[in-house]
């Protein structure tokens, strides 16, 4: 589990980052193919699975095989831990970005440059 602090290093890798938020966008309990969601993500099939098995294993999603052959289909679906880890990693981004944007600005060499009133 993360504490409020720090990113979810699970999610925070870019394609699982993607994978979670394409999956966000579904109304909850509903599903992509695999084959669908690789070709929103653009992944190889390989790499695809193996972020897919990251996140699983996490809790963070759910893989479901049926059929067989060439009526085989693997649906992926977020899951409620999941969606509230999702939320969770944003929020935290969020503060972070927030914390960029108030902090003073400082020149590239480094020191901050002396104010309006001090000269």
């Not at 890798?13 to 690789?38: C, H, K, W, Y």
């Not at 699975?49 to 059929?67: D, N």
């Not at 992926?76 to 927030?98: H, S, W």
């Amino acid at each position: 589990m993360i504490s409020q602090d720090e990113l979810d290093p699970v999610i925070h890798v870019p394609a699982r980052l993607r994978i979670m938020v394409t999956l966000a966008a579904l109304p909850e309990g509903d599903n992509l193919s695999f084959t669908r969601l690789q070709d929103l993500i653009g992944l190889t099939p390989g790499n695809l699975i193996t972020h897919l098995r990251k996140l699983e294993e996490a809790g963070y999603l759910r893989t479901e095989k049926t059929g067989r052959g060439v009526t085989a289909r693997t649906s992926v679906e977020l899951t409620r831990d999941g969606r509230a880890a999702l939320e969770r990693y944003t929020a935290v981004l969020r503060q972070l970005l927030d914390g960029v944007e108030s902090a003073p600005r400082q020149p590239a060499g480094g020191r901050p440059q002396p104010s309006e009133t001090s000269r």
